[in-house]
């Protein structure tokens, strides 16, 4: 345990301090214009008692004004530095959470591990962004559930609702509740916080909803999936280009409209896998849960028509509280995720003017090669958890094998 620990004390050291812009040997500056200039634009218009309107850079549920505001808490710093110490902050209560989950029997460093070193290998990007909060709150909606105590169903429920509230993502961790009683205990709690949050937003701020607009007309990011082929077609004759669009870099042009719908429809039969994975699956085993998160959330990232690069951030966080079980069955997910942090950062912010205004070959091989990875990973975790489980309860001998 000491090895993770000084491992996490150093790297967070160098990162932290060169995001807060006081780390000697990179260098005195300001702090990311993500913070210094979107959040704290944000800031501004929420604390004057509303949401922001018409703004394409604002795509998040009501919840999301509580991070934003939340520096405002901090004394002595400027709200850039501010956000960035109540980032920390929670990095630090997640390290911690895997260090306790792994002195429970059985349990397994290898999540703290894989929290340390992935994390450090997004550079400064995670303690730039609020998505380090929301994969706290399903990361611990997630350990919380492990305990089995009476009162854990319900924690759970209402961690995933206050984290969807955030960020809409988080609800996919409903997805592997186990069935019955189970389930409806937690949807209900779930079900019950989200509406009280989105209430008192709504009977107290103007807008709380606006974001829903925010999602109509979204297009093809440059770092998807789906926008792979138009790296390769502007090197032969593709009319298209990139444009500031819907608060992201997007492609505009001819068949972008087209992939676009046929990412949506990946993500329809994503959820429809998911639906019929759910009612054949023996739901029941220890590692369920969690590795389903990871599988849908792996899923929805994929076949989404934007990938940013804080979506690691929330990978990493599932997929090591998955390996705080022994019986996880995504271990090997776990270490192609790891690859893909390293060329997220080579992507963003590295090569990304290279990727966007020049259609470089290195960028543009970096990009398929993190996004291949993340594709192989998607279909790699759904294949684990249906032989770890779908198959456990339909296949006699595959059950006997495991026992």
């Not at 901090?74 to 109540?86: E, K, Q, T």
């Not at 996004?371 to 006997?400: C, E, H, K, M, Y």
Request: charged share 15%; net charge positive; with cysteine.
């Amino acid at each position: 345990m000491a090895a993770v620990i000084m491992l996490w004390c150093l790297t967070r050291l160098w990162l932290v301090s060169t995001a807060l812009g006081v780390n000697a040997f990179t260098g005195y500056g300001r702090v990311d214009p993500s913070v210094d200039k979107v959040y704290r634009g944000w800031y501004e218009v929420l604390g004057n008692g509303s949401f922001p309107l018409h703004d394409v850079t604002w795509q998040y549920p009501p919840g999301a004004a509580l991070p934003v505001l939340a520096p405002a808490l901090v004394p002595g710093l400027d709200y850039g530095r501010a956000f960035i110490a109540l980032t920390a902050l929670c990095d630090i209560l997640i390290f911690v959470m895997l260090l306790c989950g792994a002195r429970v029997a059985g349990r397994s460093l290898a999540g703290a591990w894989l929290w340390t070193v992935g994390l450090a290998a997004l550079s400064t990007m995670p303690w730039n962004r609020f998505d380090l909060l929301v994969t706290g709150l399903a990361m611990a909606a997630l350990v919380v559930a492990a305990n089995q105590r009476a009162w854990s169903d319900r924690a759970f429920g209402v961690l995933v609702a206050m984290g969807s509230m955030v960020k809409i993502w988080p609800v996919l961790l409903l997805i592997g509740t186990r069935k019955g009683r189970y389930t409806r205990r937690v949807w209900v709690a779930a079900a019950l916080t989200t509406l009280a949050v989105a209430a008192s937003f709504a009977f107290t701020m103007p807008n709380a909803f606006s974001f829903l607009s925010g999602q109509k007309s979204r297009g093809i990011q440059i770092e998807s999936v789906g926008a792979l082929p138009f790296h390769l077609a502007r090197h032969f004759g593709w009319s298209g280009t990139w444009a500031a669009k819907d608060g992201s870099h997007e492609f505009v042009g001819p068949y972008v409209e087209g992939v676009s719908l046929t990412m949506q429809a990946l993500t329809v039969l994503a959820f429809g896998w998911l639906l019929w994975w759910r009612q054949r699956s023996d739901l029941g085993i220890s590692c369920a849960l969690p590795d389903a998160a990871l599988t849908a959330t792996l899923l929805f990232v994929v076949t989404s028509r934007v990938i940013s690069p804080q979506y690691m951030v929330w990978l990493i966080g599932l997929a090591a509280v998955c390996l705080l079980r022994p019986d996880t069955t995504q271990r090997p997910v776990a270490w192609l995720l790891l690859a893909a942090c390293l060329l997220t950062t080579l992507d963003f912010p590295l090569l990304y003017r290279e990727l966007r205004d020049d259609g470089a070959p290195l960028a543009i091989a970096n990009l398929y090669a993190r996004n291949l990875l993340l594709v192989a990973a998607a279909v790699l975790s759904g294949l684990r958890l249906w032989r770890a489980t779908a198959l456990r309860s339909i296949d006699p001998a595959f059950q006997a094998e495991r026992s």
